[in-house]
């Protein structure tokens, strides 16, 4: 008797159970197909930059690409991308590069000037300060990158460590 009472609210549960993980997973899906159809174009920003301007993605225009470097000072794999791109930047004047960190103005600034990174028109410092924009644009790691093309479409996500010269060529080269 008590083993077919077992079985009764197995038989229930078990359906139940499937249906509700079911439901979740379209869930969770349907949001993230949101956060990626937000990301389709830059979406609206403003933060502030690490001279205490205010940068806004209104100023992303131009016949330039835009790459969108999501970073942490303290990030091993950042500092291997920063110390790449001070090798590499002359050969991408027409990139946009925005650099946004959570953490405090000073640390971004000092790691933007421990690269040189600081003095170039193209490359913007900025501050996510209670990481808004990492929300918005749904990232999961540090670093995270977006590629933008000239119109502002989005042209490539990449979480996680990726040479920026394989980035940029898997990307801008292919739409030339």
């Not at 403003?46 to 940068?55: A, C, E, M, V």
């Not at 970073?71 to 001070?86: G, I, V």
Request: charged content about 25%; proline content about 4%; overall charge positive.
């Amino acid at each position: 008797m008590k083993k077919r009472f077992v079985l009764k609210i197995t038989v229930i549960i078990i359906p139940v159970l499937l249906i509700g993980m079911i439901l979740y997973l379209l869930f969770c899906f349907q949001k993230k197909n949101e956060r990626i159809k937000t990301l389709k174009n830059i979406p609206v920003f403003s933060l502030k930059t690490i001279d205490n301007t205010l940068f806004e993605s209104k100023g992303l225009i131009g016949p330039y690409s835009k790459v969108i470097i999501y970073f942490n000072p303290d990030c091993d794999y950042c500092r291997t991308e920063a110390k790449e791109l001070s090798k590499i930047h002359y050969k991408y004047p027409e990139v946009q590069w925005i650099w946004i960190a959570s953490e405090p103005i000073t640390e971004i600034k000092e790691f933007a000037c421990q690269y040189n990174l600081d003095q170039y028109q193209n490359i913007q410092w900025c501050q996510d300060e209670q990481a808004r924009l990492y929300q918005t644009f749904g990232m999961n790691s540090i670093p995270y990158f977006l590629v933008y093309d000239h119109n502002n479409r989005l042209i490539k996500r990449w979480s996680g460590v990726i040479k920026l010269e394989k980035l940029l060529s898997e990307t801008l080269h292919e739409k030339k």
